[in-house]
Structures are given as structure tokens and as C-alpha cells.
């Protein structure tokens, strides 16, 4: 079974603090992976998709790495305003099917 | 511009009941899925269509049934509802996969 955790589970930050979430996934042979967010009682909105093929995408105040190899993606928060309060989630995507496997999410909380 | 979207976003059911969750997107995406979100557990795939005619079991089939009605509509039936099947229920589309995945914005089911 292909597996993605997410760490921490959940966090607060002061505000203007740098974020740090992690994503690891047991299967190497992924496609792309997708970072998403969660805001409460919502769905999910696309942030970041990044192909197997590079190394790191960026969004604005958003980055995101990927390491294939050590099968782990980070997501990084620059200057954390309290509007990105939110769950993220990270979807690898893999060969051979046509669907994304999810984390539990980073619930991420910016105090003001 | 209504991207996927579901109704109903709220229903209560007696165990036993049937009824069917519908979704919709209007961006002539080739694939479309069904997921469950429940605390703790994360998001998992019950079935999803790769293209308009097709359909495959996900992590969670047991006790649904899909119908990829044309290529903008996929519909979500329960058969007789159980209370394990309390959650919040998402649809989701895809062009294909190298292009973010949009979500509706969640049906809330209560089996009681």
C-alpha cells in the first residue's frame, strides 16, 4: 500500500514566522505530488503540483521541494500571515493508475 | 466559472436508506472521483472513471455504487446506508495527470 505521512500534525506560529511542512511517502515511483489546503469545513484548493521530473516549484510566498529518492516533499510558508491558517495536504500521484494518494494533513495555525 | 459541484451538502438518513450524492464539473475534465474524509483517517478513494465510460474501485468501495453518467456528471450511491458511512463525502476532477486536481465543496452525510 502506497503510504503518505505528514509531519507535524499540527502546528501554531506567530505571525511572520517561516513554515516548514513535511510529506514522505513510502513508494519512490511517483508521477508528480500535489500540495493542497484545507480551510474548515471547506474542500480542497490546489496550491502547488510539481512533476517527478523537477526538483522544487514556487507560488508566490509558497515553495515546494521534492527529493524523489528519499521519497520526501517540504512545503514552505514564507512570512506566515494568520490568513494561512489551514490544513495542508501533499497527493504523490504514481505510475500505473490515475489516482492521488493523501496524507492526513499539517493543521497549521499563524497567531496574530 | 462553478468548477465541480455537489449536491446535496447536507443530508441525514435512517440506516437502511438509499439515496445518491451527484456531482458535476463544467471544465471538460477526462477523470473524476469520489473520496471520504473522516477524522483521524485522512482522505480515501472509493471509486473514481479515468474517462467517461469507465469506473474503478478505490481503497473503500464496499457498500457504494458509481455511475459516470456522461463526461460531467458522477454520481455516488449508497445503497443502505449504514453509520459507518457518516462523513463528509468530496468529488473530485481532473483534465489529466499532469494538471491539478479540483475538489467540490463536500456533501456532509449523517446515518443515523
Known amino acids: 500500500k502506497q503510504e503518505v505521512t505528514q509531519i507535524p500534525a499540527a502546528l501554531s506560529v506567530p505571525e511572520g514566522e517561516n513554515l516548514v511542512l513535511n510529506c514522505s511517502f513510502t513508494d519512490s515511483a511517483i508521477y508528480n505530488l500535489q500540495w493542497f489546503r484545507q480551510d474548515p469545513g471547506k474542500g480542497l484548493t490546489s496550491l502547488l503540483l510539481i512533476q517527478s521530473s523537477q526538483r522544487e516549484q514556487t507560488s508566490g510566498r509558497l515553495n515546494a521541494s521534492l527529493d524523489k529518492s528519499s521519497g520526501r516533499s517540504t512545503l514552505y510558508i514564507a512570512a506566515s500571515q494568520p490568513g494561512d491558517s489551514a490544513t495542508y495536504l501533499c497527493?504523490?500521484?504514481?505510475?500505473?493508475?490515475?489516482?492521488?494518494?493523501f496524507g492526513k494533513g499539517n493543521q497549521v495555525v499563524v497567531i496574530p | 466559472n462553478a468548477g465541480v459541484t455537489q449536491t446535496p451538502k447536507f443530508q441525514v438518513l435512517k440506516t437502511g436508506q438509499s439515496m445518491t450524492l451527484q456531482c458535476a464539473q463544467d471544465m471538460n475534465h477526462n477523470s473524476m472521483y469520489w473520496y471520504r474524509q473522516d477524522p483521524g483517517m485522512g482522505l480515501r478513494l472509493i471509486y473514481y472513471?479515468?474517462?467517461?465510460?469507465?469506473?474503478d474501485k478505490g481503497e473503500v468501495p464496499n457498500g457504494y455504487n458509481v455511475s459516470r453518467l456522461n463526461k460531467r456528471e458522477f454520481s455516488l450511491r449508497l445503497e443502505s446506508a449504514a453509520p459507518s458511512q457518516t462523513s463528509v463525502y468530496f468529488c473530485a476532477s481532473m483534465e489529466d495527470r499532469d494538471t491539478e486536481a479540483f475538489f467540490g465543496q463536500g456533501t456532509r452525510l449523517t446515518v443515523v
Open positions: 472513471s479515468a474517462s467517461e465510460g469507465t469506473t
Open positions: 497527493a504523490p500521484s504514481y505510475y500505473g493508475n490515475n489516482r492521488l494518494a
